[in-house]
DNA sequence: ATGAAAGCGCTAACAC
DNA sequence: GTGTTAGCGCTTTCAT
């Protein structure tokens, strides 16, 4: 604010209008008990001289800033970014800003986040809680409302809103085992130790022993973060002798790694070895071939996580709700749905 | 903040430390002319109790929030999300949050985000602006830093970072017609009115008049914004009769719209019909056949943005520089540039 | 080396 | 209907 002279003050509007400070104050926020000739000649002043209220100072005095803290992994992947997009739709409409972090699933830069938030004195936060976030968060919750939204903690008293991930990864798996009779799949998992990455993997695992499959262990690759994990994962597993039907990765991000290997190998996409993934994304319209995947509701979740924020920012309600949302399959090309049927259009199921 | 009970304050810990509220303001603050054992003693007090700092009581007095307004079109559109990322890869190094709006290049939601962050004393601004909005800016500029970012708004006094858009697609499209021999060259652009839209597609007649090609009307659309409006301009290119060897579309989201055409109609690409565009993004990689692009330096440009608006922050510099930075030509499969050489693995040209 | 008191811009009792 | 005044939590002269 180096810039601005001095802006005027609701006391600079109070003095050219004549009238006192108080009177100002009800007019800006339009209460009542001012006489209409009164309410007038303070807004004209207020337009004449460019006054515009200081949502610091009020915030200082009301204890409330209209402010939220959103932190996420990082903003350039598709999925947080629908989800942000979805909080500040929601926020939006009821008056509040967000102030977006970056956490890079870092410990350290979302805790470091989470105090400069807590100093900034925001309404209430959510978070995509890396691992190992619980014992600073545990003094947190008490002062501030706190929502989860994509991982929950187990164990702490904080409203969240996932998918149901071991479901959705059961679901696929099974259709690649009942749908192609794959008995060779291979599996490329995100981190470990976040519940999404577990629970999905824990979905396949469940399918493949349902069926009496036993997992070949040199063709599963956990702990894979960046589209370069993916290509190396898929390289290794190529490599490796054990040659899958299909490759499962558990987002997006693993996903275009593989087919960047695939692709590298001369390896085609869903003729020689099968492709699908947990995660889909607008761009993935683009993709050929397209993938076929489980799609979470991102934008949905963000709603959502924002929703059961106000429900504790406004009303006050300090409670404990989790909400699960639906994944659903969609079937496109890369799983090799398309090979069977020239007529193929891909579909859904819920 | 409704959970909290009461926050202490400095003034807690002054007076359970037995000094002065001005003596734990200047331990907090890190300043000198504290007697060691002082500060000891409040710094111990300080954890005890758990105080932290309100920054909103520190803003209004200071006149100074450490907070940066950031007004982009689409978090949701990987562009603007990586101009965000360098925005706040940035500003974290220089202690400052981000405050984060959506205006879908709506010059009605730009105004409310902008008087809104004025409200919450922004320390300054960094925004992509939209159609329209040099009016309500003009009184603007003279009491707050601004930035513009990807576009820009001629007779303003207001520091930018974009790309040479002109350049960029001036050289694509030479490229097609010197490399490939295109003399059809269908052009999809985004919205009119827009600098990097009328930029680009001056660019691209540039090189169309150069050659002495003249633009066939009937496959040049303009003012399209979404995925859907890129399919529906490339039905329409499609069913023109006037089949085009190429497709240039001016940004990813139309790219992705003119694919999904392309693929609907079974028209292969590049082989039946080339196509490329203005605007890179990471999960291109996994597009098929790979983008020939117009590549920009999307973090980079949200660097320098927050780098110029510093200068105007701290150093209270009023200047005006427009920085323009270069775009890079990135040559991979779907300019049929793979289709003459079996061993082609791409390339790029600064 | 430390403290008392004023004030940042606003809202809210409580008068009148 | 309207005004006076205190105070939100902090920083900052200016004393001491």
Redesign the interface.
């Given at each position: 604010?180096?810039?601005?002279?001095k802006?005027p003050t609701i006391k600079d509007v109070a003095k050219e209008a004549g009238v006192s400070i108080k009177t100002v104050s009800r007019v800006i926020n339009n209460q009542r008990d001012v006489k209409p000739e009164t309410r007038e000649k303070v807004l004209k002043i207020i337009k004449e001289i460019?006054y515009?209220?200081?949502?610091?100072?009020r915030?200082?005095r009301m204890?409330?800033?209209y402010?939220i803290g959103v932190i996420i992994g990082?903003?350039?992947n598709?999925f947080y970014?629908?989800i942000?997009?979805g909080i500040?739709?929601f926020a939006?409409s009821k008056n509040y800003?967000?102030?977006?972090?970056?956490s890079d699933e870092m410990l350290f830069k979302e805790k470091m986040y989470v105090?400069?938030?807590?100093?900034?004195?925001v309404?209430g936060m959510i978070i995509v809680p890396s691992v190992g976030a619980k014992d600073y968060l545990k003094?947190i919750l008490?002062?501030?409302?706190l929502v989860f939204v994509d991982r929950e903690i187990e164990g702490l008293n904080v409203p969240s809103v996932t998918v149901d991930n071991e479901e959705g990864a059961y679901e696929l798996t099974k259709h690649l085992i009942i749908d192609h009779g794959y008995t060779k799949i291979a599996y490329i998992s995100h981190t470990i130790g976040v519940t999404t990455s577990e629970k999905r993997y824990a979905g396949f695992k469940k399918a493949l022993y349902e069926f009496g499959i036993t997992p070949i262990e040199e063709i599963i690759k956990l702990n894979n973060k960046t589209?370069e994990d993916g290509f190396n994962a898929t390289q290794e597993i190529i490599m490796s002798g054990y040659r899958p039907q299909v490759i499962f990765t558990s987002n997006?991000l693993l996903?275009?790694g593989a087919?960047?290997a695939l692709?590298y190998y001369s390896i085609e996409v869903p003729r020689d070895i099968a492709l699908v993934t947990f995660d889909d994304?607008?761009?993935?319209?683009?993709?050929?071939?397209h993938?076929t995947v489980v799609s979470q509701p991102s934008y949905e979740m963000g709603k959502v996580a924002t929703n059961l924020l106000f429900k504790?920012?406004?009303e006050?309600a300090?409670q404990n709700e989790k909400v699960v949302l639906p994944t659903k399959l969609i079937f496109r090309e890369s799983c090799g749905c398309s090979l069977f049927n020239k007529n193929f259009r891909g579909g859904e199921k819920a």
């Open positions: 604010m180096s810039k601005m002279g802006q460019g515009q209220p200081n949502a610091i100072a915030g200082l204890k409330k800033t402010s990082d903003i350039t598709n970014s629908d942000v997009r500040e739709d939006l800003s967000i102030l977006l972090a970056n105090k400069v938030f807590l100093e900034k004195q309404d003094p008490k002062k501030m409302p589209i997006n996903a275009v087919m960047k692709k994304f607008k761009l993935a319209e683009g993709f050929r071939p993938l504790q920012i406004e006050n300090i």
